[in-house]
């Protein structure tokens, strides 16, 4: 399976979570087979280390908005507090 990074004016592109999730899980896989040449590797890794990146920005943008919404007061959720967050 050959996978080509995007053109690196891609690499300014925001992209949906998901998109860049799946994208990076195609990098890691065409890595893992280990058969391309060097400076495709370098490139793809590159692209790959960015979508990583975007990728923790937007759960931690996430995260920050769930700390908002919750007061900062995150906890774990267990199973019997379940009625209480649907009556609120």
Same mark, same amino acid.
């Given at each position: 399976?050959?996978?080509?990074?995007?053109?690196?004016?891609?690499?300014?592109?925001? =992209?949906?979570?998901?998109? /860049?999730?799946?994208?990076?899980? $195609?990098?890691?896989?065409?890595?893992?087979?280990? =058969?391309?040449?060097?400076?495709? /590797?370098?490139?793809?890794?590159?692209? $790959?280390?960015?979508?990583?990146? =975007?990728?923790?920005?937007?759960? %931690?943008?996430? !995260?920050? =908005?769930?700390?908002?919404?919750?007061? %900062?007061?995150?906890?774990?959720?267990?199973?019997?507090?379940?009625?209480?967050? !649907?009556?609120?």
């Amino acid at each position: 399976m050959k996978t080509t990074p995007k053109k690196s004016s891609t690499l300014i592109e925001s =992209q949906s979570f998901e998109d /860049a999730l799946t994208e990076l899980e $195609g990098i890691i896989s065409a890595m893992e087979v280990g =058969q391309m040449p060097l400076q495709e /590797a370098l490139d793809i890794y590159k692209r $790959g280390i960015f979508l990583l990146r =975007q990728c923790q920005e937007t759960l %931690n943008a996430a !995260e920050q =908005q769930i700390r908002i919404l919750e007061d %900062n007061t995150l906890r774990p959720l267990k199973p019997d507090t379940l009625g209480e967050l !649907e009556d609120k």
